[in-house]
């Protein structure tokens, strides 16, 4: 360290002990990439300040004088282009400016924390210092604004003041103050703003910098619009998720939700605990009654907002998994470690901690409030179902859970009804091993399908999947209370085991020599069309459809890659013809002909098709294919 003292002034001009030219420039170039955040930083000062004065003056009372109630006031000067933050806090001392200012990176915060906690080993006082922030690194984000900086202080409990002055170019001045113009106690940060930095003179930009990042310090905070106003309370030092929940009115939930998500609906479930142990922590998360406008978003990220002792550091913390960004709110921790800025969150078992616990308390949540109130949980579902069960292929550890929330639309249950897994369950029929499901992106055309006529006839319930991310899910095997996930459309249905309505056992419809000759027909005359035709056992009513092969995609999934051009080397579909119905049987009867039953094959085939919710394989074909088809009809109702 280099110093330079007269005796006459007492000022001192010393070297920064560190390479502040590289570190600085650091520290305003790189570290933040808002230059609002030096403001977020000098008032997380001034709080730490005041804390300390708190936790000192339970042994000393005499250091809090006649002036016990904390605050911070920011003045604006436009014609002197000065910001002003000054706090009744501590204070500092010389030697305490010189070694929290004067060395950047080491914190004088930092090491009261260390004597703190020696304090409370040795005389087991119980209390606890909510203390911010590093205040050597955030202080000297002010340099990002000022072209000059100067740090008036005045220690509790002592007769003089001192002040600090720089320009952050590798020195520092240090000089004893004019007690008269120093804070009665406290600091006063004065930045000289440079010349593009005047907008923070501006009342509504203050205003606003502190709304956003610094409103739930536990400091009030004033504004001094020009020199001779009267200050104004912006911020009140509260902070709603601080307060026990038995104190929280149902509308002031109302307007923080309001406030933090953007949106003008109400909360349809709120979260709100403390996390006490290991690591400290409070969440206040609501759950929207509408969809926010960016539940879509490509970029599928997390809203809560990240804070630190009520200091907000980020709106992009990946606090939840993708699959709950819908929920909004904030993580209060008291014990996150940051690196140089509070912009940069280190990957830390703490946070990691933190994700868990958040993400299982809003799941329990969901699972209470779907337990409690069906129909409250069902407009939830209604709104956000699909987003949830991204979650059961994305998180295997909570797939059980997300499966337990998920309800469906069924076969069982009228139109708008939904039921959950274990409903279904529960209502399984006699030998059925497997949770049946037809997935497609239209509710209607599913519920028409006839891959679920031999189902119905069983009364099997079918789980009726219209959301795209359905064809997703049900790909990664999952199963619920031991029961497998089973499409109608993919395979053999194999339901002969289970009994009708009337209670009689059906055997695999046979089918006569005339039918499987036909059958055999029918297959080499749409050759690499299908990969198989064969008797169906899960058609009762109509002639034919088509279904996916045992081992690939089924039908809905299949045609989603397809759709996408990732599925050319997918298994060409089965087509199954009802052994029992009379357009089978007809064609079956026919003795020669083979260029009508050939027409009859291809528009079997494409009847499938059309029943699938696909197009003729060749329009033209069918069209002409129809036409013979329709003369043929026409002669023999003449002849008649």
Sequence with gaps: MTDTATANTKTESRAFEADVSRLLHLMVHSVYSDKDVFLRELISNAADACERLRYDAIANPALLGDDAKPRITIAIDADKRELVIEDNGIGMNHDELVDALGTIARSGTKAFMERLEAAKASEKTGESATLIGQFGVGFYSAFMVADRVDVISHRAGTNEAWQWSSDGKGTYTVAPADAAAAPARGTRVVLHLMEDAKSYTERFSIERIVRANSGHVPVPIAIIEKPGAEPTEVADGAALWTRPRTEIKPEEYTDFYRSVAGQFDEPALTVHFRAEGRHEFTTLAFVPSARPFDLYDPGRKSRMKLYVKRVFITGDAEILPHYLRFVRGIVDSADLPLSLSREMIQTSPILAAIKKSVTGRVLSDLEKLADSNTEAYGKIWDQFGPVLKEGIYEDHERRDALLALSRFRSTAQ?????????????????????????????????????????????????????????????????????????????????????????????????????????????????????????????????????????????????????????????????????????????????????????DAAHLLYDEARVLDGDRPADAKAFSVRLARLISRGVRSAAKD
Excluded at 423 to 444: F, H, P, R, S
Excluded at 507 to 522: C, L, Q
Excluded at 525 to 530: E, I, K, N, Q, R
Excluded at 535 to 549: F, G, I, K, Q, W
């Design 414 to 598: 009228p139109t708008e009804a939904r039921r959950s897994l274990k409903d279904y369950v529960a209502g399984l029929k006699t030998n059925q091993t497997a949770i049946y499901y037809i997935a497609g992106e239209n509710q209607a055309q599913i519920e028409t399908s006839p891959h679920l006529e031999g189902f119905r006839a069983r009364g099997i319930e079918v789980l009726l999947l219209s959301d795209i991310v359905d064809s997703m899910w049900v790909t990664y095997n999952p199963s619920f209370d031991g029961k497998p996930f089973r499409s109608v459309t993919q395979g053999a249905a194999d339901l002969a085991l289970i009994p009708l309505l009337d209670n009689t056992t059906e055997t695999k419809p046979e089918a006569n020599e005339a039918v499987t000759n036909f059958i055999a027909f029918v297959k080499l005359t749409l050759g690499d069309a299908v990969s198989d035709v064969r008797v169906s056992d899960r058609l009762t009513d109509s002639a034919v459809c088509l279904v996916a092969p045992e081992g690939g995609p089924d039908r809905a999934l299949e045609k989603l890659l397809a759709g996408s051009g990732r599925a050319v080397s997918a298994a060409k579909p089965v087509l199954e013809l009802n052994a029992r119905h009379e357009l089978v049987t007809s064609l079956a009867a026919l003795d020669g002909d083979n260029a009508f039953k050939e």
